[in-house]
Every structure is written in structure tokens, then in C-alpha cells.
């Protein structure tokens, strides 16, 4: 971190802090329900329950409106750079296209409402997300694009003294949602050190080899750290520095440290709307691509433009973003154990290359099926990863933008000798 950065932080008043923390939960889950309501239906596991009568109940639409203006639906995290990054340097513009400027959405919930009530015809949802949606509630959606790959952490609160995924026994740990990757990867590591992953409600006893899960609002993780309502929390960034930074936390590890260059969110469409628009859709993701590509080598840029400080895309300060997305091999994450791999894997704390491997998809399918969550699961029973990996994700439109901008190898987490094709590394 700079010492401009570093002195920004100094004078960024607490009142301030708290405000835009309160703010940002205050407004995460407005819709329908009041945002007391929906925390309730989050901690019991009905939010899934809610969605899968609106979707159900929602016609099957192919697109979100009868012009060709591309809508965009996104969270106030770095996971949507890549779709920031295209419309903030005119690459949409470029292919021709009308773009909104992008709706900020400030919870998984309203985002999927969004998209499914066709508000927004491209959106970023959180891997597991779509695989949901398909295959448990059959709504047409398709994955045309990874967004982004690592980009995540899990942040211990100060009052603790844990250094090892086998302490958190015993302990309050929070999740942004059920079907993430923050959930696959956090219970893989809690599994593979001994701990048992829980879902308990207040009050009831844990056991000492038991950790305990719950979904909280992004916005609501560091004050909940700093107040010891929480032991740790998993989730995107910049919610990890501004943890650091403001509430005390110690990064205990990076995501993209155990999962090599795992995806985490997803570019999305209807899918009918790629059938009936091939050429329109051709250009959207070529847009989104060229966004990965400059976010991939200009990372310190792109924190300042989409930061609050910048066009405001997010409304996380420029430093916090700018740590977010270039602070990672470090002396401090080293010495910690933060960072494992970084010598062999080189991959970066987020990092941006839009090729959707199946072997990642076939993966995330496998450990969804370990993977405790909030609600029924059934449909994951019988659910064949390789069918997933071929049927979801649509290839064909990525991959004719990779080979019109083949820069996209350069990205640390391409093999260049191999870049279509990977092996999926799972290391604690």
C-alpha cells in the first residue's frame, strides 16, 4: 500500500466508515420483502424457497426488452469489473451497441429478480447461481463467460487467534450466499482440516470440532467482525480489504490460494435471447472480453475508475478497491500463510480471463454435492457434472472473441501452451 493510500485511510473518518456501512446493508435487500425479513428468510434457508416461486411464477421470457440496449444487472464487488471495464471505456460503443449505464444491485437476491423479470439482459451471478436456477427451477439461463477468476478471501476477526482453517471449531462464520463458491471452497477446507461445517441458529450448543455457517449481506461482514458477532467471514472483494483496513480483520487465506485460478462469478444470459440474436450477443461478449483483457494489465487503473473515487461504479473509496485488486503476493500474506501456492500457481488476488474451463464447472458440481447449505438440495443428487458442463455453459460466442483478441492469454492464470484446457488443482 502506498503512503498516499495509506494516508487517505488515516483521515477516512469512522462515522464516515459506519455510515457507509449502514448504508450499504441498509440497502442491500430492498424489494418485496423488508430487509429484517429477508436476513430472516436468509438465516432459515428460504430465500431459495422465495426465488423458486418467482421463478416459477414469472413468464419464461428470452430477453429483457423487444430493442437491443444492453441492460446490465451487477453487485458492488470486483467480481463485475470486467462488464464495468467495458462500458467505462466505450468498448460496448465500440461493437456498435446502445449501453445503459449499469444498475447497481446490492444483494444476490434482487440481482436474480432482476434478471429473471427481464430488467437486465446481462448479468454476473455467482457461479453455483446458474446451476440452480437451470436444473432446480428450469429457468433458460446460460453461462457465456467467466467474469473473473480468484478474487476472494476469508478474513479472521482481530479478537481471535486463529492461523489455520482447523481453529474455526467452534466458531461464527459467514458465507454471502449458499450457492457460492465462497461456500464450496471455505467447506473444502474446513472438511480437509477436520472441522465439521454446521448450520446451527442462535442458541444452539457446537460442538468443538463443528463450525458454524450462516449467510450475511456483504455490506454487513466487517462491522459484524469489529462488534465479535462474527469469528470470520468468506466473501468477495472489496469487502476483504476494507476488512482489513477498517475492521481489524487478519486474512487467514486467499480462495484462488486453494482452488488454483477458480471461477467465482459468471457472465449470464437468457438464453432464448442468444438463440434469436446471435449477432447482438456476439457483441456483448466481445465487449465484456475486451473489459477482462485492460482489467487484466491496467489492475491499479481500473480500481480508480470503478471506484467511488472514480466513476463510481462502486461505492467502496479508490484505496480499498486498489487493494482489493493488487495487494496479494506480499511479505505479510506470506509470512502468514495467506498465500500458499504464489511461487507455482502466479496467479494474482483477482484476476481476469473470460475462457469458462468444464473441468471447472464438472468441479463445482462435485463439491456442490458435499457442500451444506440452506434449504433442499435434491435436485444436485442427480446431476451429472459432465451433462452440466456441456449443457449450461455456452462456448461458442467466448471463444470466437478469444480469437479476435488473443491477448486474453497473457492473463496469469492462462496456460499459453494450453489455454483451452486445464486440470482443476484443489490444495489446502
Partial sequence: ??????????SLKNEEFDWAMQKWAGEAYAGDYSRREMLSMFAKGGLFASLSGLLSSLP??????????????????????ALLVAHAKGFFADEGLEAERPTLIRGWSPLIEGFVSNKFNV?????????????????????????????????????????????????????????SMHNIVL?????????????????????????????????EMPASLAARKLDAYIVAEPFNALGEMKAGARMLRFTGDIWKNHPCCVLCMHEEATKARPEWTQKVVNAVVRGAIYASTNKAEVAQIISKNGEGYLPAPGPVVKRAMTEYDMPAYRE??????????????????PWPYPSATRLTVEQMKETVVGGDKEFLA??????????????SFVKASLEKYPEWKNDPSVNPGDPYNREEVLSL
Fill in 1 to 10: 500500500m502506498s503512503k498516499s493510500d495509506s494516508n487517505y485511510l488515516d
Fill in 60 to 81: 419464461q421470457m428470452s430477453y429483457a426488452q423487444d430493442d437491443e440496449v444492453v441492460r446490465i444487472g451487477y453487485l458492488p464487488i470486483t467480481d463485475a469489473t
Fill in 123 to 179: 448479468v454476473h451471478f455467482l457461479n453455483p447461481i446458474p446451476i440452480w436456477m437451470r436444473y432446480n427451477n428450469n429457468f433458460p439461463v446460460k453461462i457465456m463467460a467467466w467474469a473473473h477468476t480468484n478474487g476472494s478471501g476469508l478474513v479472521v476477526g482481530k479478537h481471535t487467534d486463529i492461523t489455520d482453517f482447523s481453529q474455526l471449531g467452534g466458531k461464527q462464520v459467514a458465507v454471502p450466499f449458499w450457492y
Fill in 187 to 219: 467447506q473444502y477446507a474446513l472438511r480437509a482440516s477436520g472441522v465439521t461445517p454446521v448450520i446451527k441458529g442462535p442458541g444452539e450448543p457446537l460442538a468443538a470440532n463443528e463450525c458454524n455457517l450462516q449467510v450475511m449481506a456483504p455490506p
Fill in 336 to 353: 502468514s500463510g495467506a498465500v500458499k501456492h504464489v511461487d507455482e500457481w502466479k496467479n494474482g488476488r483477482i484476476d481476469f480471463q
Fill in 382 to 395: 442427480g446431476l451429472d457434472p459432465a451433462f452440466v458442463a456441456d449443457d449450461l455453459v455456452d462456448r
